[in-house]
């Protein structure tokens, strides 16, 4: 991809781009395999940063979303929450699913582990382990509540986290090197749609599912395959000292699947 | 010559390293563990902490993952990828904050909150021991373990702890724990064939802090009840009822490990989007796919580990519907 698309994007994403300049990355866009994935990077290193709720996203809706975008072009909100109705989390708002939102949580994959254990733990004693009444102890509901109770945490531990921030209190990460702006009211993704997005290209990892023997996975089987791979992963990182291997694990689902 | 005499005393050395270790193994844990019996634990408790034995230091490694605040660098290695690695662990308000940055390519980090002291290990719940103690002795039955000592990981003093499995249902692994801390610096997964499959190495750790509070142990419950049963498994896996949920769609996720290869059976419905029949492999991790056909309906089972494939194939197969399982 080049410097140009990717400032390119840089400024659609801030609101700063002209229309003309909008339709011209946008149909560019499917002859540039990793644009796509770098405009979805951009959102989550923004998401991040605003520390956005809704970006608590415990599977990779990347391919299921796009391939809907595919065939339907406007009423994203329902769209969206049809995908997102299957994964126990809470539906997104109309706002969330028209911006960023969607688009970003495909690279950030916050973890809530209390949803296992807000259910399925006391603390030895008979007392609940979590504060919170045993009654909403019902699966299903339990992601959006886990995601209210342990909120994402960025990356900078103070309230206000901003890039200069985040690259002081840990020296070990690279500082991000987004720029940050309000949120943005471009929505998007329904242009993406007219430019046309083809499957065969859009989950980068889609083409290179090749050596997962009976290849003909379709990104419906991918998104499907990224989901059980992800509820695995995070199941296994409980188990014993190391949950560093399978959280990286959950990482390769979503960005090199069946590499 | 003389380099010749080296390595012979080297090896004599290393044998009998190995010899003792397996045997100081066989010990039951000493009684003066001091998480012994707790049902809350200081992490101050580690510190001064110096194993003798395999299992000393992997109980120790398993309280040392929920006791350090720390950031450290690390690689992956798997079959066709190396990724370099920031990664931050961190202790606040009684939630381990973990995340993985990827310093290569495109940034993408991975966040994960989960409860100080819940662990998914659960064999047999007996209030005197430890969870980490009985997770460690259970290890203790299903791989032949190994201690070496006098190795370094990232500029760090170590000891190599290699468990080598005494069938081949699930794959040899190693790790490398950091002496001062028990943490783990290294892990390797090998194949039945002894080929390496996937590496984690941290190359840098910064400022392992231990944690002042007091951890609570957390005890899951049972596991929710479900129409099906996983009639096969291989030896010493066992369901890890804090880790098995019913999640959306009518799928059920149950989680079995040994303590340390882990395996989840998935069980849904069929609808459009489901899988064919077969064995697949990603990467380690192998899937495995049947159909089963009852009254009602047709229903994917789903199972998915890091275990060599045909396990997987013989587990899916072994998955049958029963009736009234709590009534």
């Known amino acids: 991809m080049s410097q140009n698309t990717r400032e390119s994007l840089s400024a659609l994403m801030d609101g700063e781009s002209e229309e003309f300049e909008l339709r011209r990355v946008l149909k560019s866009l499917p002859d540039n395999a990793d644009a796509a994935d770098t405009w979805r990077r951009y959102h989550l290193a923004r998401s991040v940063m605003q520390r956005e709720l809704g970006v608590d996203v415990t599977v990779d809706l990347s391919a299921g979303v796009m391939a809907r975008l595919q065939e339907e072009s406007v009423p994203l909100a329902d769209t969206a929450s049809e995908v997102l109705k299957g994964k126990s989390r809470k539906a997104p708002t109309v706002s969330f699913a028209r911006g960023a939102g969607v688009a970003a949580a495909v690279s950030l994959m916050v973890i809530t582990g209390a949803q296992y254990f807000n259910t399925g733990f006391d603390n030895g004693n008979g007392n609940p382990a979590v504060d919170r009444p045993n009654s909403v102890a019902n699966a299903p509901s339990m992601p959006a509540n886990a995601a209210q109770q342990v909120q994402p945490v960025s990356l900078a531990s103070s309230e206000s986290s901003r890039a200069s921030v985040a690259g002081r209190n840990m020296p070990m990460f690279e500082p991000t090197p987004f720029r940050l702006n309000g949120q943005s009211t471009n929505s998007g993704l329904m242009n993406v749609s007219e430019g046309g997005f083809s499957t065969s290209q859009l989950p980068p990892s889609a083409a290179s599912t090749s050596n997962v023997q009976h290849s003909a996975l379709d990104v419906e089987q991918v998104r499907l395959l990224r989901s059980y791979l992800e509820q695995h992963a995070h199941g296994a990182a409980y188990g014993n000292s190391d949950s560093w291997l399978p959280l990286t694990r959950s990482a390769m689902s979503a960005s090199s699947l069946g590499q | ?327």
């Open chain 2, 1 to 327: 010559m003389p380099q010749l005499m080296t390595r012979n005393v080297f090896t004599t050395i290393a044998l009998t390293y190995a010899l003792y270790s397996v045997l100081l193994f066989a010990y039951p844990v000493s009684a003066d563990e001091p998480w012994l019996g707790t049902k809350t634990l200081n992490c101050s408790a580690l510190e001064g902490q110096s194993p003798t034995n395999a299992q000393q230091w992997l109980s120790m490694s398993l309280w040392a993952s929920h006791c350090y605040s720390y950031q450290a660098r690390a690689v992956t290695i798997d079959e066709s990828e190396i990724s370099t690695l920031a990664l931050s662990h961190r202790i606040q308000d009684g939630i381990r904050q973990q995340v993985v940055q990827y310093l290569d390519g495109p940034s993408m980090s991975i966040e994960r909150h989960v409860r100080v002291g819940h662990w998914g290990w659960m064999s047999a719940p007996e209030a005197d021991v430890s969870i980490p103690t009985q997770w460690a002795e259970h290890l203790g039955d299903i791989y032949a373990i190994s201690l070496e000592g006098d190795k370094r990981v990232a500029g760090r003093d170590a000891v190599q702890i290699t468990f080598d499995p005494h069938d081949t249902d699930r794959y040899p692994r190693q790790w490398w724990l950091d002496a001062a801390t028990g943490l783990v610096l290294k892990h390797v997964l090998r194949n039945t064939d002894d080929d390496i499959l996937e590496t984690f190495q941290v190359t840098q750790l910064q400022d392992p802090e231990r944690f002042s509070g007091n951890v609570d142990i957390g005890y899951p419950e049972s596991a929710p009840s479900t129409d099906w049963q996983v009639n096969w498994l291989p030896r010493g896996f066992q369901l890890q009822s804090g880790v098995s949920r019913e999640l959306s769609d009518g799928r059920v996720q149950q989680l079995y490990s040994d303590g340390l290869a882990t395996v989840s059976v998935f069980v849904e419905p069929v609808s459009a989007s489901s899988f064919l029949p077969g064995v697949h492999r990603l990467g380690v991790s192998a899937v495995a796919v049947e159909r089963y056909q009852d009254s009602n309906a047709v229903h994917q089972v789903v199972a998915i580990g890091e275990v060599p494939p045909e396990v997987l194939r013989r587990v899916v197969r072994s998955v049958e519907r029963v009736d009234n399982v709590s009534e």
